[in-house]
């Protein structure tokens, strides 16, 4: 008799959450939980301006305060070598600030003492003196000639700009433009946001000098990149550092990358001998942390009069902030803004990109998006609606006719990369027909006789998931693979870790269904760990939705090894060869023979107890896995809004969403993903943004300016599926934390944008806040959002 | 999120509370709900060296509506009491309706009527709504009890005509001649979000028949603006088409809006002039209680 | 921390002003000794070992710090400790008798109503001074009452969902 899979816990089952049972009961282990004998507290002094040449510091009044143990500059650390450090895209990005403050937000000065009310009150002491030097907010003002240099740290560079980058095939696309009938043109700000986990980044850094042993207690989504990171820098030997995730409150890509405070926490522990915890504040999180997208697209599309894509051209401008911190692992610099258009069947295209520095804060940029996908595909979608407009074509069925086709799969892009499965218009029938599509021109007219105008906007999009493989993709040289140790106990129960860390993603809980599936002990009986250095094998963590499609992928492999093994111990107790054995969900048994078997527990008592001469004992393997190819889960989302003209007001009717991730370990967890994706989505297209004034002042700088949107204005959302298993996987799965993220703000804005269709309008930037639509619709022209905002009269 | 350090005391009399603000010297702070003052001593924009507490003086978070008709909030009504008040609801149409957008949930369980009033945020709902229903404050200070008037209480942004050493113990809405009617809107991206612009409206009607009827606005100038004297295009008028929009465009006119990233200032502007036109449409359509 | 300031050795200017205060924390009473400024829940967190309750901004916008005080849902990071003396706290540990879970743990666990876990303390407690108030609410009402607190995983339907589960379970359980 086999096992009911779903009864174990194993793959397809909604299993209800482990971690949930510490989480309810306020028992979750966040880095601000873990006290420590006689630790220390850590504050941040921050430039309130966003670009000056430091003149001098003053710390004496701030060394005064009763409490207060260490006081740290940039000149301190410069005496370490630390005042700088790499980045992840092999620039260097400021610890303590030296010379110059180039953003509004940087790290200053540090202040150690009893309490955090003690080291606050010595920043306040500490006196900077500044001069002003003008600022820089957008690329435009980057790129003139008379420009300041913001990276005069930098030996050889020159101006602001930070690279030029192309990529496709010019003189074929060039080709392609001249033979279109139509040529459709849209350009576009997608604009900065920031990942703003509910948990802000910290550490907790405990040096014993008498061991050399550093243990960091850290907010980091990629413990063994930290590890190697610090090993590098730090000079210490890395099997000395230990690097512990414990429970983190939401990463969405905030916690990758290393930042100053981690730095200079871990140096004022070795200096004072004491754990010191640094705890950043909100307006720290977003004001200096890794934000996400701050790019200006722009585009054009060749299209045939029967619709057909002939070619796309695509310029991206992207504004890094002070310096290029772009925590990914692919060598293209504008990350995988080349994977646009990959649904569609498109015979040539081309891109250029260029960087530049800017006053503003650095790093991240990519937020629950796998570097640059999220930009990609809202251009995608926004010059998908507009050409289908431009050419008078019902947008589905444009779509439709662009489609790769099913058994088009295996698919080569226009720009290289290789899709590899997928059902699109079945996943775009089923949203038209869930959003009433067919109806919606009756509806609209309604509206109308209501003076309201309605808009549907579709968004459909494959995007890559889950970098990498070791050819393309890796982080500081260490390639992008995965990693799962497998341990059974002898009463048949086992212990499961992974080098890849949840953030509120439910590994403790799916990690163990993918094993049940694999050798039928029940997912109960499964413990998972992650996150701490010392235990798990090295991994490169999680983000960019690679935890399913890479450590998932691991686990399967391991489990499978497992299991090569407990063959053989089946064999060894049923006295037959390993060639009669046959397996079935949590059991062995003879060819020919179900009634006489063994299950997968009686084989792991036998490996500590029963195995066979010359049998190593013990049940437990490791697996490395390594992908051979992204994975390319595909969306459908479709939006119905409303606008109120008379205020721009918008409210979301009916939103749809037709998810493909191939195969779903935990269906509730998986849409518990995408649920959590559409509200930021939603989010990104109605409020969530970071801009700057003139001055090189934050606006959304804390939770008053930076909007997240609540229960109340958070639309509902009706979610669908389709499952085509990933060909490569070896459970079939693909990755989905990001779809939604990505695919969805096209979604709200093509909605508004075709509410605003006879008007005149070909684009409102993000967020499309009511005065925007208010003034497009009443000007009839397009409204940019590029900072410097507007003020005063 | 780390205050500065402070003294602290908590009085159990207004008489000691008033003490303790006259020998403070224009140093100490009233506490009273604490969810606009909290929130400035932790970003340190605040550093009041002593704080009065007055959440333990008892007799203070009163609703009442005296026989004649003046509704009277004590200085610990919190903001979720009249959001929840029958009376209010039944009574006094404009408070009803901008109760609940006062910041979040939670924060409302905290925040005080009274408080607000005093904080004069140019964002602020109440003191705006004060205005629109003339209303004045009682006072209290070491020479005794006297009355501002909400047209002279709000000086500037985050100013008002208080003395150092005086506490607002009650805000005063007087009676109607007729039946209060109107309302409040505010324009924001989400709960708890700054004001874009907001509208509050009393009317006093008689039948459909305006009496008396005051307009206020948040959201749109340095300080809470007092537009009550658009409202005599009104007086005797019923609420027809002509005169809402003759009203509304007169209210606009009123506001002193800023050009920034919530929006232009013609935008403000206008969202005013509709919002002011929606209230009052909708109390012209309403059947009289 | 300051609230507890016999752990601290460093000398410390003479004029700190400290107050002694009982609270009655999830039904037992707790003293300590703390500095007027300090907040509320950094008292809850650090001085009583309570860490359910999570400091999630500086502005008093997101509501991870809800507790119940006097029964009403409060943001404890914009309250002194002082004030809370003498005063009833409920915090998310309080909400589980020793034997079972509330409804809305519960809840919350079926419905999937979590992902990092951060904002939930906060939003149970929200939800907890909810149904005390309307034991069979509408989805309407439950989002508006829950305005106050920011989740940034689960896009809020499934927490919706977890307060219509616990106000089932508690309907049935008064029957």
């Known amino acids: 008799m086999s096992l009911d899979e779903v009864k174990i816990g194993g793959m397809g089952a909604s299993r209800r959450r482990v971690e949930d049972n510490r989480f309810i009961r306020g028992k979750g282990n966040y880095v601000d939980d873990i006290v420590l004998p006689g630790m220390l507290h850590m504050e941040i002094l921050r430039s309130p301006v966003a670009h000056a040449r430091i003149k001098s510091i003053d710390t004496s009044a701030a060394w005064d305060v009763p409490g207060v143990r260490l006081v740290l500059t940039g000149e301190m650390m410069a005496a370490r070598n630390l005042a700088w450090m790499p980045t992840l895209s092999y620039d260097t990005a400021a610890v303590l600030a030296t010379d110059k403050v180039r953003f509004q937000g940087q790290e200053v000065c540090a202040v150690i003492a009893d309490d955090p009310y003690i080291a606050k009150d010595a920043c306040g002491k500490i006196v900077v003196d500044y001069e002003i030097l003008p600022p820089i907010v957008n690329p435009v003002q980057a790129a003139a000639p008379d420009a300041v240099q913001i990276r005069d740290d930098k030996a050889g560079q020159v101006g602001n700009k930070i690279f030029d980058w192309e990529i496709g095939d010019k003189a074929r696309t060039d080709k392609a433009f001249q033979d279109a009938d139509v040529v459709s043109k849209i350009e576009l700000h997608y604009p900065r946001t920031h990942p703003s986990p509910m948990e802000t980044c910290g550490s907790l850094a405990d040096y014993d000098r008498a061991t050399g042993k550093l243990t960091v207690y850290l907010t980091t989504q990629a413990p063994h990149i930290v590890r190697a990171a610090v090993a590098m820098v730090a000079e210490l030997p890395e099997q000395n550092i230990r690097i ?27 200096l004072t001998e ?17 934000f996400g997208r701050d790019v200006y697209l722009k585009g054009e599309m060749a299209l045939r009069k029967d619709g057909k894509i002939l070619g796309v051209r695509m310029n991206t401008i992207s504004d890094h902030g002070a310096f290029f911190a772009d925590a990914q692992p692919s060598k293209f610099k504008i990350g995988l803004m080349h994977s646009a258009f990959a649904a569609y069947d498109i015979p040539t295209a081309h891109m250029f990109a260029t960087g530049y520095y800017t006053n503003k804060a650095p790093g991240g940029v990519a937020y629950r998006c796998s570097f640059r996908v999220t930009e990609a595909m809202f251009f995608q979608e926004r010059m998908v609606q507009a050409a289908a407009d431009d050419l008078g074509m019902d947008q589905a069925e444009f779509r439709r006719v662009n489609f790769v086709k099913d058994e088009q799969h295996p698919h080569r892009t226009a720009f290289g990369f290789l899709t590899d499965s997928g059902q699109y218009e079945k996943c775009l029938d089923i949203g038209l027909e869930a959003i009433g599509y067919k109806n919606f021109a009756a509806e609209k007219a309604e509206a109308a006789k209501r003076g309201r105008l309605l808009g549907i906007g579709i968004s459909t999009m494959t995007e890559p998931l889950g970098a990498g493989n070791s050819r393309e993709y890796d982080i500081l040289g260490i390639k992008m693979f995965d990693s799962a140790e497998l341990r059974i106990h002898m009463s048949g129960k086992a212990i499961l870790r992974t080098g890849s860390r949840g953030q509120g993603t439910g590994h403790e809980t799916t990690w163990a269904q993918i094993v049940a599936h694999e050798l039928g002990i029940p997912a109960d009986d499964i413990l998972v760990e992650e996150g701490d250095t010392d235990t798990a094998p090295f991994g ?9 499609p890479v450590a998932g992928a691991a686990i399967a492999m391991v489990a499978r090894k497992v299991r090569a093994k407990a063959r053989k111990l089946a064999a060894h107790l049923l006295e037959v060869s390993e060639e009669d054995i046959e397996w079935e969900l949590g059991r062995f048994y003879v060819r020919g023979n179900q009634e006489r078997g063994v299950t997968i527990q009686d084989c792991a008592m036998a490996a500590y107890s029963n195995m066979p001469d010359g049998m190593e004992p013990g049940l437990e393997n490791v697996a490395y896995y390594d992908p051979p190819n992204l994975t390319w889960p595909f969306a459908c989302y479709i939006a119905k809004i409303e606008i109120d003209p008379e205020t721009g007001v918008w409210d979301v009717l009916q939103f749809v969403a037709v998810d493909d991730c191939g195969v779903r370990i935990n269906p509730m967890i998986v849409e518990g993903q995408i649920m959590g994706g559409l509200t930021e989505a ?32 958070t639309p509902g959302f009706e979610l669908y599926e389709v499952v085509t298993p990933c060909p490569h996987h070896p459970i079939g799965a693909k990755g989905v934390g990001e779809c939604a993220t990505v695919g969805g703000p096209a979604a709200f804005v093509n909605a508004v944008m075709d509410a605003l269709k006879d008007k005149g309008v070909r684009n409102i930037d993000m967020p499309l806040m009511p005065n925007r639509v208010y003034e497009a619709l009443t000007t009839g022209k397009d409204v940019y959002g590029m900072p410097p905002v507007r003020s005063g009269n | 999120m780390y205050p500065s350090r402070f003294n602290y005391e908590s009085p159990k009399t207004i008489a000691e509370a008033i003490k303790l603000l006259d020998a403070g010297n224009g140093e100490a702070k009233i506490l009273a709900g604490g969810q606009s003052l909290i929130p400035m001593i932790k970003l340190r924009f605040a550093f009041p060296e002593q704080i009065v507490d007055i ?36 009574r006094q149409p404009t408070i009803a309706a901008a109760a609940p957008l006062v910041s979040d949930p939670i924060v409302r369980t905290r925040g005080t009527f009274v408080g607000s009033v005093c904080h004069a945020d140019p964002q602020g709902d109440w003191a705006a709504t004060m205005i629109a229903l003339k209303g004045h404050l009682v006072v209290q200070g070491p020479k005794g009890t006297r009355t501002i008037a909400m047209k002279d209480f709000v000086l500037g942004p985050y100013a008002n005509s208080l003395n150092y050493n005086e506490i607002a113990i009650e805000a005063v809405i007087p009676a109607p001649k007729g039946v209060a009617r109107g309302g409040y809107l505010k324009l924001e991206r ?19 028949t305006v009496l ?4 206020a606005l948040a959201g749109v100038g340095g300080k809470t603006i007092d537009a009550n004297d658009a409202a005599s295009v009104l007086i005797g008028q019923k609420l027809t088409d002509a005169t809402i929009a003759k009203v509304a465009a007169l209210v606009a006119a009123k506001a002193e809006p800023r050009t920034d990233h919530r929006g232009s200032a013609e935008y403000k502007r206008h969202i005013v002039e509709i919002f002011v036109k929606r209230i009052l449409v909708a109390n012209s359509t309403q059947k009289v209680a | 921390m300051s609230s507890l300031y016999e752990e601290i050795n460093a000398p410390l200017a003479s004029d700190i002003p400290i107050r002694r205060v009982t609270i009655n924390v999830n039904g037992e009473a707790r003293t300590a000794n703390v500095e007027p400024r300090l907040l509320l829940a950094h ?7 309570l860490t359910g309750t999570h400091s999630g901004c500086d502005t008093t916008s997101c509501g991870a710090c809800t507790v119940l005080f006097d029964g009403r849902p409060i943001k404890s990071c914009t309250m002194f400790a002082v004030q809370a003396d003498g005063h009833d706290v409920q915090t998310v540990e309080g909400l589980a008798s020793a034997s079972e879970l509330h409804p809305l743990q519960e809840g919350f666990k079926q419905e999937h109503a979590l992902q990092c876990g951060f904002c939930t303390p906060g939003m149970m407690m929200a939800a907890k001074a909810l149904l005390e108030e309307n034991l069979n609410p509408t989805e309407d009402e439950i989002r508006w009452a829950l305005s106050g607190n920011l989740c940034r995983c689960t896009g809020y339907q499934n927490i919706v969902k977890a307060v219509l589960w616990a106000a089932e379970k508690m309907r049935a359980e008064l029957n």
């Open chain 1, 682 to 713: 939603y989010a990104m297209a109605n409020m969530q943004y970071q801009t700057y004034d003139e001055e090189g002042n934050i606006i959304g700088g804390n939770y008053m300016d930076f909007l997240l949107p609540t229960a109340w204005e």
């Open chain 2, 212 to 215: 008396g009827a005051g307009f």
């Open chain 3, 43 to 49: 008292l809850l967190r650090q001085g009583f070992k």
């Open chain 1, 244 to 270: 512990v995730s414990p429970d983190i409150g939401g990463g969405f890509g905030n916690k990758v990358p290393i930042y100053p405070g981690y730095v200079v926490a871990i140096l004022a522990s070795i």
């Open chain 1, 540 to 548: 490169m963590g999680t983000y960019a939705s690679r935890s399913t």
């Open chain 2, 55 to 90: 959440n333990n003086i008892p007799g203070l978070d009163y609703i009442r509506f005296d026989a004649d008709g003046s509704l009277h909030i004590g200085a610990l009504v919190r903001h979720e009491h009249l959001e929840k008040s029958v009376e209010i609801s039944m």
């Open chain 2, 190 to 208: 989400r709960v708890g979000d700054f004001a874009t612009a907001s509208v509050a409206v009393a009317l006093d009607m008689s039948g459909d």
């Open chain 1, 274 to 290: 004491k754990p010191v915890k640094w705890i950043e504040d909100k307006t720290g999180n977003l004001t200096s942390t890794g």
